[in-house]
């Protein structure tokens, strides 16, 4: 047993400060579902047409069913183009002759929005820009509020990059001091518990988006509440202990230790606290060291291609409730609802299959269900929810095992570089989402092939993943170890503990 694991012990492995502790990490959960999934609302299509002004100009009593028959072509299903128009021309020979030639909309578009309600895309005319697939960058969590007040869509997109350069550094960060302030039994308990709570953000935004329907008053309702979050988890969160011990600084780590015993009513011996051990300088580990060390390289390379398809999938899915047909609110709070028994039902999974099986299995039902709804004819939408709805089960579930996973795979020392960089592979995707969800004017198949396979084949190589189940977290990285087969994991010592 690791020296770390001994003070774990006599803290208490699992007591009022861990408690504690993944009760507070529950709180970002919910404000990163509203900055992840925020842009199915704040990003809203409206039914939209050219804008006809220019005819009515000519004959100012004109009815606007009259100006859109000599203005907009209709389409194969018998309705308004959205994007297309007569090429202008006096309306004489416009009434005499009729007009064939068609252009892009000159003058903008006209929104059918309902009273009050408004989107980045009707506000700044996405429509007729290259710009119109939403950016799924993250938001910084701050910038959540400045963007409420984007005088034009570019200085919306910066603030969307800017916050590309945060959520993920939060969202890694929250998960990995959970992981290593708990004992490897309790590991994917606090960690999926902490998930959980997105699933709660995503009921809270549809509720909330379905009342507040103008985008900049809703981006405020849901951001402003986190600068006394911010400033609470600035007070009171705790640095990793092991973190700490793993660079060489010893007081602080003690420090830490001790806050966290007397919080569980625990003391941890001195003799045992004089016993902690400091990773030699020279030894420190940097994200070069993944790459150099094979075992490392191989979980790295396989981990990163697993989290490009995961995002894609779940965000593919997720930012899709508009073209299953039903109502968009009432898919997403069902997408909501649905996340929570697949997060803990997820905990289930691992404990009876492990990590490995878990992962692979829900990589194969999710791209599954992504190729089944192409093959559900369009008229019948409820059956396309259901399946998407499982297959939104599904990614969910993926994204609750890879934290679990992933954390486990990396030593303390490189765990943080190791989340890091997956995530990193994983944000890829979701900047291409949007760019792939855009091939569907080619054919409507497109972006669900893309999902399904993609996620098809990344269940596959997870199976050349080693299993972590019931194995003690590693501390530092080893250059002599070698993986042979499925269940080796580099640890001071193996604890068969359930989960």
Known sequence: MSNFEQILMEIGEFGLFQKLLVAALCIPSIFLAFDLIGQVFTGMNFPHHCNTDWIFAQATNLTEERQKNLAIPLNDDGKYESCEMFTPVDLETSEAYGVNAT??????????????????????????????????????????VAAAFSPNVYVYMVLKFLSGIAVSGILNTVFVIGAEWTDSSKFALCTIICQSTFSLGLMIISGVAYLVRNWRILQLVLYCPLVLVLGLFYLILPESARWLITHGKKEEAIKEIQRAAKMNGRKVPEDLLNQVELVERSKRRSMLDIFRISYLRKRALIMSYIWFAAILVYYGLSLSVDNFGVDIYVTQFVFGVVEIPARLGSLLFIQCFGRRISQAGVLFLGGF???????????????????????????????????????????????????????????FAGVLEPLIRLLQVYHYTIPMLFYGILSIAAGGLCLLLPETC??????????????????????????????
Not at 376 to 401: E, H, M, N, R, Y
């Open 369 to 427: 269900a992504c190729l089944g709804i192409l093959v559900i004819p369009k008229d019948l939408p409820v059956v396309i929810t259901v399946i998407a709805v499982l297959g939104k089960f599904a990614a969910t579930a993926c994204f609750a095992i890879i934290f679990v996973y992933t954390a486990e795979l990396y030593p303390t020392v490189l765990r943080q570089s190791g989340v890091g960089l997956n995530s990193m592979c994983g944000r």
């Open 103 to 144: 252009t892009g909309c000159i003058n903008g578009s006209v929104y059918e929005t309902p009273k009050g309600a408004s989107s980045i895309v009707t506000e700044f005319d996405l429509v007729r820009s290259t710009l119109r697939g939403p950016p799924l960058t993250p938001q910084l969590l701050l910038c959540g």
């Open 470 to 499: 019931n194995v003690e977290l590693q501390d530092y990285a080893e250059l002599g170890n070698q993986e042979s087969g499925t269940a080796k994991i580099v640890s001071t010592a193996e604890k068969k503990r359930k989960i």
